[in-house]
């Protein structure tokens, strides 16, 4: 099995799950805890030999000697879940030499994965653009380049969701700068690269990953004609960096 369907199949198997607890009324921290426990279950076992960073695992920096490290977010917007929402993820990537070469990203609410093996094709851009913020706490720096670009706003919980909104055509813009780890945007960042979209830090410096730091705290997915605009708007409001 190839290593992007290994990380679909695993995302589906941890979406399946979190479903099934969703639907009993379970807090997120059990769907945390029981989706994580099946996705390093399944990953141990399919590729002994690769590391592992998950937000729900301790820390192993012997992953820092490692090509290959596996980057997963069991559950990406709990608070999403916990209400009932679809507008959660699971996340399964692996980066290569720091770079996010495959993931895939489930959005069981929707029925939907989404991986690197099989992106789908780009809609028609929309006019004016639309820009993915939080539906709980926008930043201004979102707020100041939709105004600066001319930009609608879209509300969205997790950053996975947010992302394979680009992707589905949904928008066509996410940026964020409010703090974000390795595991919120490597498989995200995988499947929109994938699918010839722009990914990368908010000052236009690529994403890398299998740092020591987990620390990745702003990112921007977008169409790539439009990175150009959206990384002059942010140098503009001096947010970038």
């Known amino acids: 099995m190839t290593d992007a369907a290994l990380a679909r199949e695993i995302a589906q198997e941890a979406g399946a799950l979190l479903l099934a607890i969703q639907s ?3 807090d997120g921290a059990r769907g945390d805890r029981e989706a994580n426990a099946l996705i390093i279950e399944r990953l141990r076992a399919a590729r002994p030999e690769d590391a592992i960073l998950s937000e729900e695992s301790a820390d192993d920096l012997s992953r820092l000697e490692q090509r290959r490290v596996w980057i997963v977010d069991p559950l990406d917007g709990t608070r999403e879940f916990a209400e009932g929402r679809s507008d959660w993820a699971v996340h399964v990537a692996l980066a290569i030499d720091g770079v996010p070469a495959v993931g895939a990203v489930a959005l069981p609410g929707l029925g939907v994965t989404l991986a690197t093996d099989a992106p789908p094709p780009l809609a028609a851009p929309h006019d004016p653009p639309r820009m993915l913020v939080s539906r709980t706490r926008p930043s201004q720096l979102c707020e ?32 964020h700068s409010g703090g974000q780890h390795q595991w919120d945007n490597c498989a995200p960042a995988a499947v929109a690269l994938a699918a010839g979209l722009h990914a990368s830090r908010i000052d236009g410096s690529p994403l890398v990953y ?9 990112l921007l997915i977008c169409r790539k004609e439009l990175a150009g605009t ?6 503009g409001c001096g947010e970038a960096g």
């Open 230 to 235: 959206v990384l002059t708007a942010v140098a």
């Open 210 to 218: 299998n740092q020591r730091s987990t620390s990745i705290p702003d």
């Open 24 to 26: 009993d009324g379970a």
């Open 144 to 175: 100041n380049v939709i105004e600066r670009i001319g930009a609608e706003s879209l509300g969205m919980g997790s950053a996975g969701a947010k992302a394979m909104a680009v992707v589905r055509g949904e928008a066509e813009i996410y940026l």
